[in-house]
C-alpha cells in the first residue's frame, strides 16, 4: 500500500521525534474546553464548584516520521496542529459548512473537522496517501463522523478553478507546499 523511499535525502518530522525510516502509528491528544456563554460560577448541592472538564480526544494517526520531499504528506507538520487548533477554536465558524481541505496528508484536520462540518472533502494528489487518510479515518471513526468525509484525489496543477463544486463554502490548507 506505501511504496518505499528510495530518495537518500530525508525530511525528518519537527511532531514526531523517531527518525525510523518506516510507518509509524502514534495517538495525538486534544483536549476540547466547552464554551460557556455564562461565565457565572455555578455550585451544586452540597456547596462544591462546579467545573467544567475538557472533553478528551486520543487520535491514532498511521504517518511516517522522515520522508523524502515527494512523500512529505504522509508526514504530520506543526502547520497542521496549529489548522487543527483553529478549527477547534472556532469550530462556529465551520459548523454545518461544506469544507474543501487541500493536501490534507495524514487526514487530522479532516477527522477534527468532520465532528462539526457538514461536509468535509479531504483531497491529495498521491493515491497512497488518500488510503492512509482512509485507514486514519477507519482507526478514529470512535471520534469522526465517518458520513460528513468525503475522500477524493485533486491535482492541483491540472485543477480547473472554474469547475469547483458550486457548494463548497470554505477551503483550509495547512502546509500545503513544502
Not at 478549527?87 to 474543501?100: A, E, H
Not at 493536501?103 to 461536509?119: D, E, M, Y
Not at 468525509?149 to 463544486?165: G, R, T, V
Amino acid at each position: 500500500m506505501y511504496e518505499e523511499q528510495t530518495d537518500p535525502y530525508l525530511i525528518h518530522s519537527d511532531v514526531f521525534p523517531s527518525t525510523e525510516d518506516k510507518l509509524a502509528k502514534d495517538t495525538l491528544q486534544f483536549r476540547l474546553v466547552s464554551k460557556n456563554d455564562n461565565d457565572s460560577i455555578e455550585f451544586d448541592d452540597d456547596g462544591d464548584l462546579v467545573t467544567n472538564r475538557p472533553e478528551r480526544l486520543d487520535i491514532i494517526l498511521v504517518h511516517r516520521n522522515e520522508t523524502n520531499i515527494a512523500q512529505c504528506g504522509y508526514q504530520l507538520w506543526n502547520g497542521c496542529l496549529l489548522l487543527c487548533d483553529y478549527l477547534l477554536t472556532n469550530s462556529n465558524l465551520f459548523q454545518n459548512r461544506i469544507v474543501l481541505e487541500l493536501g490534507a496528508g495524514v487526514g487530522l484536520c479532516t477527522i477534527l473537522a468532520s465532528r462539526f462540518v457538514a461536509k468535509v472533502i479531504s483531497t491529495d494528489y498521491d493515491s497512497d496517501i488518500l488510503e492512509m487518510i482512509r485507514e486514519n479515518v477507519r482507526l478514529n471513526e470512535d471520534i469522526c463522523r465517518r458520513e460528513r468525509i468525503q475522500i477524493e484525489k485533486l491535482n492541483w496543477k491540472q485543477y480547473d478553478c472554474d469547475a469547483i463544486d458550486n457548494e463548497i463554502e470554505i477551503i483550509i490548507a495547512a502546509d500545503g507546499i513544502y
